[in-house]
């Protein structure tokens, strides 16, 4: 396993440490039930960045890891909000797991697949 893949810890402690800014900026203050269930978001973080971190490390140039990794970025509004609401209609364990990993996968490989259309070599 390559030292690449230490980034997943800190990808996957943003997820929790994002959802209580959100409840913090809405309510003024964060109780620590609040903090203690945010945890929840980090099988889902740890999860996406796996998958972040295979794609960019089978991508070839810098240009194409970096559409890989925005794929991931421009997909997390959408992924925070799925896993949120998740918990409307599923336990919230697997509601975040499914409902947040899913567009976080398919970001992350549109932006891959994008960076590979972008670095194929030109044939003539």
Do not use: C, D
Not at 11 to 27: D, E, G, K, S, T
Request: glycine share 8%; charged share 5%.
């Amino acid at each position: 396993m390559s030292r690449m893949y230490l980034w997943s810890l800190p990808i996957a402690l943003a997820w929790p440490v994002m959802q209580n800014i959100l409840f913090f900026m809405r309510f003024g203050h964060l109780p620590l039930n609040v903090f203690a269930s945010s945890f929840v978001f980090l099988p889902m973080g740890f999860l996406s960045a796996i998958i972040l971190i295979f794609l960019v490390e089978r991508s070839g140039s810098r240009s194409h890891k970096a559409s890989a990794a925005l794929g991931y970025v421009l997909a997390s509004p959408f992924a925070l909000l799925a896993s949120l609401f998740s918990g409307l209609l599923v336990m919230p364990l697997l509601g975040t797991l499914i409902y947040g990993t899913v567009p976080l996968m398919i970001g992350t490989f549109i932006g891959y697949v994008i960076g590979l259309v972008m670095n194929r070599p030109e044939t003539a």
